[in-house]
């Protein structure tokens, strides 16, 4: 699976847009880019999956540009409770990806009053 | 309503004690993984299972092991070789391209 980095933590006021940006500079062809959200002392929640382009769903958008080797995940009007650790994966998903999906540090995002 | 089942929420052991983790699912998924997670850190792949009956390890295997015998349940059995088993564990499971469902974890002290 490719190797994702992104930043350790962020911090954001409520009611701003906040775009947290994983890069993945040996994605493969077939690889997919899913972002997860957990809370302390809980499963992460999948957010959004994409391929390429732009997808959106009522919780988030996530932008990829034609390289694919970057993937910025944006997040409209942040309230407190999207106060959060965000991850980003990449791999084949539809050929049994997750084998051997392993998550990194993530991304700590804060959001402040 | 579906979705992924971990029990007890809280567990506590002595060391040298052999611990068994529930993890039972009815999302008639597949493939059901187990992870680790310490303070501060992401998730570490210590086992999966992509059918019944069979299981591979992942990046920690050792001083675990695990069980495949139905398609719903997944045990993990933290044993006393662990040398460091308090952590949050968390099982997962997928079918095809079905982004990963995780149950809401196991804390274990053992002390």
């Known amino acids: 699976l490719a190797k994702t980095t992104q930043p350790i933590s962020m911090d954001s006021y409520e009611g701003q847009e906040v775009n947290i940006t994983c890069s993945h500079n040996n994605i493969a062809t077939n690889d997919y880019i899913t972002w997860y959200q957990q809370f302390p002392s809980q499963g992460p929640r999948f957010i959004i999956q994409g391929y390429k382009t732009k997808v959106t769903n009522e919780v988030a958008s996530l932008f990829i540009p034609a390289d694919r080797k970057s993937s910025t995940l944006s997040l409209p009007r942040v309230s407190l409770s999207d106060t959060a650790v965000y991850y980003c994966l990449v791999g084949d998903m539809n050929s049994g990806g997750y084998q051997k999906v392993t998550f990194g540090i993530g991304t700590k995002l804060q959001v402040i009053p | 309503d579906g979705g992924i089942t971990q029990s007890p929420k809280y567990l506590f052991r002595k060391e040298g004690q052999n611990v068994t983790l529930s993890c039972e699912q009815n999302l008639n998924h597949d493939a059901m993984y187990w992870y680790r997670q310490d303070p501060g850190q992401g998730l570490r792949l210590i086992y999966y299972s992509q059918i019944v009956n069979d299981f591979q390890k992942g990046d920690i295997a050792e001083g675990y092991s695990v069980s495949r015998e139905k398609k719903e349940s997944f045990p993990l059995t933290v044993t006393s070789a662990q040398k460091n088993p308090t952590a949050f564990y968390l099982c997962?499971?997928?079918?095809?391209?079905?982004?990963?469902?995780f149950g809401n974890g196991t804390r274990l002290t053992v002390t």
């Open positions: 997962a499971s997928t079918q095809g391209s079905v982004p990963l469902h």
